[in-house]
């Protein structure tokens, strides 16, 4: 167990009393597309009065409105609720978290979605920030992936956020079964034409459970090498951050000043309120999981009861070990000594050990400046060294 520096706090003293950033989910979508493992339930629009009155249930657990800094509403697709509901989902999430003047508040949408309707519902209920489930531009790679949209549906939905004065993200995929790097470079070429503030950019990956699972144990589908995955992705962090972006997190580029401040808040290791189904909160150093079925969820929160379905307070070490994970995916800042010894109470190389100093040594981590940081190397092995850094 790693030393605490002279006298560990816990929690920290300087940490805000309550969270700032609320996070809502969504979890309708038309249909489920091969690839997606999220909580949600597809088809079942008859389901949205309920899901917004057991909404207003859960909120009204908190007993009184708290002012928050960001808001997210994720999903599933927020942009799937028709515009009546869409609009009583951003009066009842901003009766309860009230935000404060120079809010970020951000919504996923599915490209098909964004109509002129639409469009003025979000901007009349305050929202700031459109992230689009663009996922690419090439015809055959959307039906691949199941999308209902097409290139010139994404280029009109840009038009119309960039109109009612959202700031607007993409979200793109890479590494789809075939893809090649030219394929992947019109996608990131096709993005950069619209001007984007910001872009998330993923990965394929096929989880167990979903449809591509399947086709790929049957034949049907098959995933891109490990070095052709690397080639796009390092492909990404130099065609990006040659047009003007910061590469701030492992899937994420802004223009300056442009970053998404609610994510931030999540890899500063800082609480969050969230509702829903499958929500996930950390409220008071408590991590608490709602129920990922959405019937379930509905279920619990009509007759009353918790919506939680797992929840634990991680112990001081466990907890400044995740904020040690959290903290190296922020490829810019890093994690500075003195103010994560100072917040989580341990030392950070301390807290890495044998396992921090290994990778430190094989240029997996940049240890100067007193802080330290990923490098373009440790970031092709990301995940394997937030295993091994969690294990402790
Ligand atoms: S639209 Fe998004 S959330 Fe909905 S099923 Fe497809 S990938 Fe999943």
Redesign the pocket.
Known sequence: MPSPVEQPVFPPANAPLSPRAAYVHVP??????G????T?I?GRDDLIESYLTALGQELAQLGTPREVDTIFLG???PT?LPPPQLQRLLELVRHWFPPTSGYEFSV?A?PADVSDERVAVLAAGGVTRLSL?A?SFDANKLRL????HDAATIRSAATRARAAGFALSLDLIFGTPGETLDDWQRDLDAALELQPDHLSTYGLTIEKGTTFWSRRDRGELLPVDEERERALYLATIDRLTAAGFEHYEVSNFARPGRRCRHNEVYWAARGYYAVGPGAARYVDGRRETNHRSTTTWLARVRAGESPVAESETLPPPERAREALVLGLRKLLEGVEYRAFATEFGFDPHELGGDELRRLITTGAIDDRDGRLRLTRDGLLIADWIWSRLLRG
């Open positions: 309708f979508c038309r249909h489920r597309c690839y997606c493992n999220f949600l597809a999903g599933g697709t799937h996923e599915n489930g996922q992936l199941e999308r209902d």
